[in-house]
């Protein structure tokens, strides 16, 4: 198994910009998730996903889109590059566990190696 | 929303030593508090986790404490060894949808 990987590795972009992250997960997850990744502040949840079809925005949702056509991909884009998104950007994984009825209620999530954004 | 706040930010141990490090939370609803090691270049990778209705946990070296009152929650690592050298991340949780991560630190074993 790959796990859940990321693409592509690194990219550079100018304002203004657009492109699409692409995260890929070979562990039938229901749930899957886009972070990023800035110095001092942790990682911040963007979007996510709780099955295929559906997506819900996060911590920090403005100036990015997300789609999960498929169950295994979840896609992170970004319409109009600026600055302030330049980042390290993580996708994760999990499987909801159950633990009294609550489904949902302690993920395990699997992150991927990251994709570096830098944009001028 | 909920608020983690971690420290140290940074942390240096000789070898053999033990490190602790310590994360807060705001929401008294979170009910889950996972501890992920980052290591250079690499996405972060859960090493423990605890459950709101247990005060510890132990693995072999690590253990994570919780205070439930007081509300927060503590990793320790005992007996370090350089390949422990990492971010250290805490993160809460409610739903299970949405994680709130502190905003890490980062342990260097000195051999």
């Known amino acids: 198994n790959a796990g859940v990987t990321q693409t592509p590795k690194f990219r550079v972009l100018k304002t203004g910009q657009s492109m699409t992250l692409l995260c890929a997960q070979d562990m039938n997850h229901e749930y899957m998730y886009w972070y990023r990744q800035d110095p001092g502040m942790g990682l911040r949840l963007i979007h996510y996903?709780?099955?295929?079809?559906?997506?819900a925005k996060g911590e920090v949702p403005d100036g990015y889109n997300v789609s999960r056509l498929k169950k295994q991909n979840f896609l992170l884009g970004l319409e109009s590059a600026a600055p302030s998104q330049t980042s390290v950007y993580f996708c994760?994984?999990?499987?909801?566990?159950?633990?009294?009825?609550?489904?949902?209620?302690?993920?395990?999530?699997?992150f991927g190696p990251g994709t570096r954004l830098t944009v001028l | 929303g909920e608020n983690v706040e971690q420290h140290p930010s940074t942390l240096s141990v000789q070898e053999g030593d033990s490190a602790v490090i310590k994360c807060t939370y705001s929401?008294?609803?979170?009910?889950?508090f996972p501890w992920y090691k980052q290591e250079l270049g690499k996405g972060p990778q859960l090493i423990i986790d605890i459950r709101s209705n247990v005060g510890e946990k132990k693995d072999q070296r690590i253990a994570v404490t919780l205070n439930k009152t007081a509300k927060h929650f503590s990793l320790h690592i005992t007996e370090t060894q350089p390949e422990d050298s990492a971010v250290y991340f805490c993160?809460?949780?409610?739903?299970?949808?949405?994680?709130?991560f502190g905003t890490g630190t980062s342990l260097t074993v000195i051999p």
């Open positions: 996903s709780v099955g295929e079809g559906t997506t």
């Open positions: 994760a994984s999990s499987y909801p566990r159950t633990s009294g009825g609550a489904v949902g209620s302690y993920n395990e999530q699997f």
């Open positions: 993160a809460a949780s409610f739903t299970g949808n949405q994680f709130y």
């Open positions: 929401d008294s609803a979170s009910n889950y």
